[in-house]
């Protein structure tokens, strides 16, 4: 999810890395700036093979597999991911069950896309 933050977003694009401790659950999310997925997509992106738009992402390669693997692995732990959009970009998370706090709720990276080191 990471990666396609970085593939889809402009150069000087904002990606932000965040988790969370919510109850008994650890909720991670990847929250960007780039392209965005369509309303039309929401409900299918976690298929295998599915694209938001073919023609939009033809040059950035890939098959549409990496957020079907996410989702069978993030399902086999007992957790669920999930997309929503916004007026520029998009956030994409996981949530997963059984978190026991071992440090502060809240940890949080910043990025610039392509390439920069998180803070």
Known sequence: MLENAVKYSEPEGRIELSSRATGSKVVIEIDDEGIGV?????????????????????????????????????????????????????????????????????QSAVARAPGAALK
Request: glycine share 14%; no cysteine.
């Open 38 to 106: 369509p309303d039309e997509a929401l409900t299918r992106i976690f298929e295998r093979f599915a694209r938001s738009d073919p023609a939009r992402t033809r040059t950035a390669g890939g098959v549409g597999l990496g957020l079907a693997i996410v989702d069978t692995i993030v399902k086999a732990h007992g957790g669920r991911p999930f997309v929503s959009r916004k007026p520029l970009g998009s956030v994409f998370g996981i949530q997963l069950p059984g978190f026991t706090p071992a440090w502060p709720s809240v």
